[in-house]
């Protein structure tokens, strides 16, 4: 889909269409509609991250309590949205060995009981070596930069899961 097929569509079919760029937000996705219409796709992720900016902290947070665990409960129950399902399969969640699920398991207890809030990492720009070792450093962090941290995460995920449904901005003609 082009940028001038998105501006067209419907709040609706916007909302069915990019509701999960964020994962399990669709709010924000309602909410940016009515910036339309937009020059590309970087402005419509433009405004993602500028509403997403201007939430308070404990909004930021709620955020990242959207995500669901890597390779946990909801990857082996079946319970994933799509776009997470595919991201984990991608990035070797679904095949863990059992001394690694454990890790993850036992890390991801961890960081949520220190913070508050789950491990959000960019799955597809990772594999699960580096996810575990990434979860295990962050696990040390203040919960500030987590926050900030997650938050620039979830920003990498939209930018992709918006580049699986736009086509990319036309280069400029100078
Ligand atoms: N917890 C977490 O990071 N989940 C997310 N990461 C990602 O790439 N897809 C997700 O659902």
Known sequence: MDISAVNALSYEDFVNIFGNVVEKCPLITAAVWTSRPFIGLNALEAAINEFIDALPESGKEGILRCHPDLAGRDLHGGALTRESRE??????????????????????????????FPFVVCARMNDKASILRELSERCQNERAAERARGIAEVKKICRLRLQGLVLPDAPNKL
């Open 87 to 116: 991201e984990q399969r991608r990035a070797g969640l679904d095949a863990l060995s059992s001394a690694e699920a454990s890790r993850m398991a036992r890390l991801n207890e961890e960081y949520k009981e220190r913070f508050g």
